[in-house]
């Protein structure tokens, strides 16, 4: 076989000018075309027997390997969209929790200030009733020191006017009923 194609070869490359001229590239030569058809199917059968099996091969790795790749890809792609998903879901309830643990701190101190003020207030108020009674003290304990100073000095003053000693338990007594008096008025 390879020395038909030598030959056919040999013959193809040793053409004269005449033949070439006679020939010509457009015209038609049954041999040549009889020859190119048969060299053509050889070569299909040695290129299918050696190389079209390793070419299909490699063609169908490396389909196999873009499909595998496309279906990691795919289910990485799932996987990713369900992990944000669980993302979004922690985030919001995360968002929730904070929400809930900054009411639950305003309410605190809304309470704790509540009571603050309300200690306050009761402080106050104690401060400001013992201080009425302070002052109720103090003014009866003055009214009390003026009275007496005043029944001493009407009993003097009386004394003189009268020129006369009265008792003095009589005195306090008759001051008392006066003081008295004056007081309701």
Do not use: C
């Amino acid at each position: 076989m390879a020395s038909i194609l030598t030959y056919i070869g040999l013959n193809f490359i040793f053409l004269t000018e005449e033949t070439h001229k006679e020939f010509g590239l457009l015209t038609v030569n049954p041999g040549l075309i009889i020859w190119t058809i048969v060299i053509f199917v050889l070569v299909l059968l040695v290129l299918k027997k050696y190389a079209w099996k390793p070419l299909l091969n490699a063609l169908h790795n490396r389909e196999d390997s873009i499909k595998n790749a496309l279906d990691n890809a795919e289910k990485l792609n799932q996987e990713a969209k369900v992990l944000m998903e669980q993302n979004q879901k922690n985030l919001e309830e995360a968002s929730r929790n904070a929400m809930k643990i900054i009411n639950d701190a305003r309410e605190l101190g809304k309470k704790e200030r509540d009571e603050i003020i309300n200690k306050a207030n009761d402080e106050t108020r104690k401060m400001v009733d013992r201080a009425k009674q302070d002052i109720q003290n103090e003014k009866e304990s003055a009214l009390e020191q003026m009275r007496d100073e005043i029944a001493d000095l009407v009993i003097k003053t009386a004394e003189k006017v009268i020129d006369e000693n009265l008792d003095e338990q009589k005195q306090k007594k008759i001051l008392d009923e006066y003081l008295t008096k004056v007081n309701k008025n």
